[in-house]
C-alpha cells in the first residue's frame, strides 16, 4: 500500500515510535508535568490508534478532536514553546528508528497543521 503508514512500516513502526516518542517526553522538565496522573499505557494505545489513522492506516477514528483531547493542557498553560517541544522529540524518535527523511518530512507537516487545533485557537479537528 502507498499510505504513509506502511511506508513508515505499519502497526509495529508506530507502536514502537509511540514507545520512543513517550520516553523522551517523560523525561522533558519543559513538558513532562503536562502528563502528571495520566494512565500512560492508555494514553499510548489511543496515540498509537490516532497515529494509525493520521497516517492513513486505519479508515477512521472514534477518538476526540485534537482541540477536545487538549484542552485541559492548554488551561494549563500549553503553547507553541510546549508545541515545539514535542514536535522535536517526534522527529528524533523517527530519525532514531530510522523513518526516511521524507516520509519524516510528511508526518512532521502533518503534525504542524494540527498546530492551532491542539492549541485551542482553531475550532474543528
Known amino acids: 500500500m502507498d499510505t504513509l503508514f506502511h511506508k513508515i512500516g505499519g502497526d509495529d513502526a508506530v507502536k514502537a515510535l509511540v ?4 520516553s523522551k517526553i517523560m523525561v522533558d522538565s519543559r513538558i513532562n ?3 502528571s496522573g495520566v494512565d500512560m499505557a492508555t494514553l499510548k494505545r489511543h496515540q498509537a490508534a ?5 497516517l ?3 479508515p477512521d ?3 476526540r478532536t485534537m482541540k477536545h483531547a487538549h484542552a485541559r493542557l492548554v ?5 507553541d514553546t510546549h508545541f515545539n ?9 523517527m530519525q532514531e ?14 503534525i504542524e497543521s494540527q498546530r492551532e487545533f491542539v492549541l485551542g485557537r482553531e475550532t474543528g479537528s
Open 61 to 63: 477514528y472514534t477518538g
Open 50 to 54: 490516532f497515529v494509525a489513522f493520521a
Open 85 to 93: 517541544a514535542v514536535a522535536e522529540h517526534l522527529e528524533s524518535s
Open 97 to 110: 528508528l530510522g523513518v526516511s527523511e521524507n516520509n519524516a518530512f510528511q508526518v512532521m507537516a502533518l
Open 19 to 22: 514507545e520512543l516518542f513517550y
Open 75 to 79: 488551561e494549563l498553560g500549553l503553547n
Open 33 to 35: 508535568y503536562f502528563f
Open 56 to 58: 492513513g492506516g486505519r
